[in-house]
């Protein structure tokens, strides 16, 4: 199936190993199906092998073993550009990615640089500041906004460039509470439109709220992979992670209520 334009759809990583050249092996046989329209966070401790894994996702790194494909495509035989068009990657820090002096041209320079008529850029742009709830920064320069403002710029200028597959690395690091649940938002609108969106986090509050599927990573190892309320019930394999519950999960277990706790929901229903 190398090569050509498969007809599946959606992400797969077979059994893929990755090992740097100073041979720190980062990934150890790692296998993923991610599908279209699905939300994923992965989460798991530092240098558990996230960032390598989500290098994968858009062949700005080759497997030294296995394979990964995109939608049918092996990622072995493209270059990461090539795949820009399905893969928009979101870098931990933003400053690795800003380079225009306004956010209006950041946002737009994805997508010209996609080869898309002006005004189809134009409409991008727009679309894209309306999902991140960024509209009132387009005129401002990207050096003069904080790193969570940064960030969120960042973001639009993937999100403009309309692949199906969002990949964004840890972007909630400095949002305050508002910041990061206009990021939940943001997921839930890519999610609807068909978008599938993984996000590495170590925000446990946010993973659960507002992803379908969480997969636990340690040690270049997925240890769990499933719903919110399917990993959270399994102490022993987040330990293993350092992967600490939510606050809710944890109060629920503290007090022996048995099931699985997310939501305030949740908790009066196990209390009532
Ligand atoms: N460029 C590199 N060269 C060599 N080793 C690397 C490189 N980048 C990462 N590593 C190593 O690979 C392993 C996995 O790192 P990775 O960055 O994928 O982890 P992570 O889960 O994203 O961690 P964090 O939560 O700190 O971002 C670690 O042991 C790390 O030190
Ligand atoms: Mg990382």
Redesign the pocket.
């Known amino acids: 199936m190398s090569g050509g334009t498969g007809t599946q759809v959606g992400i797969v990583l077979d059994n893929v190993r990755y090992e ?3 041979g ?1 092996v ?1 990934l150890r046989g790692v296998s993923i199906t991610m599908g279209k329209g699905e939300t994923v966070a992965i989460v ?11 290098k994968h996702l858009n062949g700005l790194l080759k497997p030294t073993s296995g394979s990964v494909t995109v939608d049918g495509i092996d990622t072995r035989g493209r270059t990461a550009a090539s795949l820009a068009r399905l893969v928009g990657f979101v870098f ?1 820090n933003p400053d690795d990615q800003l380079f225009q002096n306004q956010v209006s041209r950041e946002v737009a320079f994805g997508p010209r640089n996609l080869g898309y008529a002006a005004d189809r850029v134009e409409k991008l742009v727009r679309w894209a500041v309306e999902q991140v709830e960024i509209t009132d920064l387009l005129a401002r320069h990207p050096y003069d906004l904080g790193l969570a403002q940064r960030k969120l710029v960042a973001i639009a200028s993937v999100v403009a460039m309309d692949t199906p597959y969002i990949v964004l ?2 972007p909630t690091t400095g949002q305050d509470y508002p910041g990061t649940e206009k990021l939940g938002r943001l997921v839930a609108r890519l999610g609807s439109a068909g978008k599938t969106v993984m996000a ?1 986090t ?1 925000d446990m509050e946010f993973a659960a709220e507002h992803f379908a599927r969480i997969i636990v ?1 340690a040690q ?1 190892q997925v240890i769990l992979d499933g719903s919110p309320r399917e990993v959270f019930s399994h102490p022993s394999g987040l330990e293993r992670a350092s992967v600490e519950p939510p606050q809710l999960a944890r109060l629920g277990q503290l007090m022996g209520l048995g099931e699985c706790i997310l939501n305030e929901e949740d908790l009066l229903r196990s209390l009532c």
């Open positions: 740097y050249p100073n720190v980062a798991g401790e530092n240098g558990a092998g996230k960032t390598t894994l989500a931990q690395d840890e590495i170590h990573m270049g």
